[in-house]
């Protein structure tokens, strides 16, 4: 389970495990800038950068990338999320060369040629109108935008329309330039790989990386807040949050066991109370994302317009009780799930080179699994009970549904029942 690491003159981070009984390798590039990086006016443009990768160098046309990487079987595919964009192939052993010399090509080479530009825009700006008529999305959206308001980390990852429609060539020239610095970026890979080869091939190709050091971004302050959309829907699409944990805290695996044991499976506390023995929705789970320097916990709920009045007493007793009565089989069935979700994704290497790489960018260090297993035995029954009063108590208690939901109870309500404070301070 040793990862290989090695940091080059550039300040790039070539971070490998080689998994040697496998035929196949992923790899790919991760990049310290996601949408919270983002200026306003620049709103949505990490995912279109990432779009546009693919869309073109000085040297391959944009169906040259796809024809070479797809002669040799192999897969090219992207992502942005709020703190990080990754660039990652899928190829076989021989061809980790191909998939380093694409992948460099694309980040360092990109044309940005404006008639593929106008293109892509209109690809997004659909992309954009399916997630509006999509209630299920729509709904997270409003919930990070009402938890983070005002602020980069609260904005939508696509844009909108008039953004993403007025940025040009050198605009995407001018992020990568200010983002895309050896110290921001890992390579990582996973599977059949060789840590010195590779190390060679990124040196070769990835030596016009500018190697400063960036500036943190904006901090993010959770304010809490209550989105909500009236639409004749079947279903309603219910969120409540708050505050939660960074991925650097001393309780990132205690709230990720909470969140687990309330709404992690089938015999969760929700899922079981609301569902199995009301019968009050058709979904309900619980969930926590971690960023930088704060996190979202987060409870989610479909269900029809006529359940609503009662599902929410439901959903919020089991939040108090989860500060009293967590019992120790709760805790292992929720130590269980975690270990074997992380054990298991050790046998992917795209999941495996992608958890190196965010180690990497966010704590400098590839963190053993047998130290993660180990922090995740160590949380206590005690812990979590008092880890879910301070959570549940200790932030203003963020709202967002979407639907027929006249009968959703206000968050000023939920905040009172719950002894929340209102307001952020």
């Known amino acids: 389970m040793t990862v290989q690491v090695t940091k080059l003159k550039s300040g790039l981070t070539v971070a490998t495990h080689?998994?040697?009984?496998?035929?196949?390798?992923?790899?790919?590039?991760?990049?310290?800038?996601?949408?919270r990086r983002e200026e306003t006016s620049e709103h949505g443009i990490s995912h279109l950068l990432e779009h546009m990768a693919f869309k073109g160098t000085h040297k391959r046309s944009a169906t040259d990338i796809a024809e070479e990487i797809e002669a040799v079987g192999g897969e090219l595919n992207a992502a942005t999320s709020v703190e990080t964009t990754s660039y990652y192939a899928r190829i076989l052993k021989p061809d980790a060369e191909l998939a380093v010399d694409i992948l460099s090509d694309i980040l360092c080479n990109s044309a940005?040629?404006?008639d593929e530009l106008k293109r892509e825009q209109h690809v997004i700006v659909q992309e954009i109108g399916a997630s509006l008529d999509t209630p299920e999305d729509r709904v997270f959206d409003f919930f990070v935008e009402g938890a983070y308001p005002d602020q980069p980390i609260g904005r939508t990852i696509l844009g909108t329309e008039e953004t993403v429609r007025r940025t040009r060539s050198h605009d995407l020239s001018t992020y990568l330039d200010r983002h895309y610095h050896g110290p921001n970026m890992v390579l990582a890979a996973a599977g059949a790989i060789d840590h010195d080869a590779l190390v060679k091939l990124a040196e070769d190709r990835f030596s016009s990386l500018p190697s400063a050091e960036l500036t943190d971004g904006i901090a993010a302050h959770y304010r809490g807040g209550d989105m909500r959309e009236t639409r004749?829907?079947?279903?309603?699409?219910i969120l409540l949050g708050f505050e939660g944990m960074p991925y650097k805290s001393d309780d990132f695996h205690a709230v990720q066991i909470l969140a687990s044991l309330l709404g992690g499976g089938m015999s969760s506390r929700l899922f079981q109370e609301v569902r199995e023995k009301r019968g009050l929705c058709y979904s309900v789970y619980a969930f926590h994302w971690s960023f930088a320097d704060t996190g979202?916990?987060?409870?989610?709920?479909?269900?029809?317009?006529d359940d609503i009045e009662?599902?929410?007493?439901?959903?919020?007793?089991e939040l108090e009780r989860a500060s009293l009565?967590?019992?120790?089989?709760?805790?292992g069935r929720a130590r269980a799930q975690m270990r074997a979700s992380l054990l298991m994704s050790l046998e992917s290497p795209a999941a495996r080179a992608g958890q190196v790489a965010r180690q990497m960018l966010l704590f400098g260090r590839p963190i053993p699994v047998e130290e993660i297993v180990a922090r995740i035995d160590d949380v206590s029954v005690a812990r979590v009970r008092d880890l879910a009063q301070r959570i549940f108590t200790g932030s203003p208690p963020t709202?967002?549904?979407?639907?027929?939901?006249?009968?959703l109870i206000g968050r000023?309500?939920?905040?009172?029942?719950?002894?929340?404070?209102?307001?952020a301070a």
């Open 296 to 305: 979202l916990f987060g409870i989610h709920a479909a269900t029809g317009g």
């Open 18 to 35: 080689d998994m040697n009984h496998l035929e196949s390798a992923a790899l790919g590039v991760w990049v310290g800038a996601g949408s």
């Open 112 to 114: 940005f040629d404006a």
């Open 412 to 423: 000023d309500e939920i905040a009172t029942r719950l002894g929340s404070p209102i307001v």
């Open 232 to 237: 004749d829907l079947m279903e309603a699409q």
């Open 399 to 407: 709202v967002a549904a979407i639907g027929p939901i006249e009968k």
């Open 325 to 331: 009565d967590i019992t120790e089989a709760e805790l």
């Open 310 to 317: 009662d599902l929410m007493p439901v959903m919020l007793g």
